[in-house]
């Protein structure tokens, strides 16, 4: 019997993190020059090093910022259309929640960023302790077909440089910090790594409503078991603990945005006016 073959993708970063700046010039640029990263003079439109410019043009899918068009070059979504008019310079918190929550989920572009956030639950690990549960992880998912375990361990350096403040490899020369480290989700204590609860200051309850969006496209509403403990749910997605989800869907019921049935064992939550998750980020962006 052939081996069902499943779309997976480890290190197409060329080994950089994503960098402050990097992706206020793609947003920018794009839209003017869409065949951008097919020109040979990408390096100097964009004015970093060759390697770079293939790094952030995966950075950009991986994101879910844009989509690529063959020859035609690449376009914004219509998410990364709302980030380019409303917060193009990634100032607001809630701009990297949103693109975080999008890659943690992306099992077929970041596959190492989709099993550590919804497959490594331990926490207090070593980076080999962590390579070794994604290892096994990636293994059962892609079913048999071969992969570089050296691009795994790549993966995972970028990852953790990411979103701890403190790197798991130091360049002296290294000056640039990615963005995401301000969202503190990853804790790096003498090389062992955990991950943190959202600070409650740069956390807004408009993301919460954004990921019942998501969650209830097909439906008319969605459970709390799903929404807190699901696959692509608020425990693996942003590491947020049951009682901190349901605070954040009663300050969503009590602002009547949705309407929360704990009764009689349902425990279902329903959206009072049914809201695409567009809608909720462009409403976000106004009202801020």
């Known amino acids: 019997m052939a081996v ?14 994503l960098r402050e700046g990097w992706v206020n010039k793609a947003l920018i640029i794009i839209p003017d ?12 439109i964009f004015g970093i090093g060759s390697n770079m410019v293939k790094s952030l043009r995966y950075w950009m899918r991986a994101y879910g910022l844009t989509i690529e068009k063959g020859a035609a070059g690449a376009e914004l979504t219509e998410r990364g259309k709302l980030i380019a008019k409303y917060d193009p310079y990634l100032e607001d918190p809630f701009t990297l929640w949103i693109m975080h929550s999008y890659i943690s989920k992306n099992k077929e572009d970041a596959t190492t960023w989709f099993m550590y956030f919804n497959h490594c639950d331990a926490d207090d690990l070593k980076k080999s302790e962590i390579e070794a549960i994604l290892l096994r992880e990636i293994k059962k998912y892609v079913s048999g077909q071969n992969f570089s375990e050296r691009s795994l361990s790549n993966d ?21 910090i990615s963005p995401f480290s301000q969202l503190a ?42 929404a807190v403990h699901g696959e692509y749910g608020l425990t693996n997605t942003y590491n947020l603990t049951s009682v901190m989800a349901n605070d954040y869907f009663d300050r969503l019921d009590a602002a009547g945005y949705i309407r929360v049935n704990r009764t009689a064992g349902l425990d279902m ?20």
Do not use: C, W
């Open 185 to 226: 989700l990853i804790k790096n204590i003498d090389g062992k790594y955990t991950k943190n609860h959202p600070n409650k200051k740069i956390f807004s309850e408009m993301i919460v409503l954004y990921e019942l969006a998501l969650m209830s496209r097909e439906s008319e509403g969605v459970s709390i078991e799903k």
């Open 4 to 17: 069902k073959k499943v779309k997976f993708r480890l290190q197409g970063h060329e080994k950089f993190a």
């Open 33 to 44: 020059v869409p065949e951008v990263f097919l020109r040979k003079d990408a390096t100097d």
């Open 269 to 288: 939550i329903y959206f009072v006016q049914k809201e695409e998750e567009l809608n909720i980020l462009e409403n976000y962006y106004k009202n801020r």
């Open 156 to 176: 995972v350096d970028v990852l953790l440089n990411m979103y701890s403040r403190h790197k798991e490899k130091s360049d002296p020369e290294d000056k640039n």
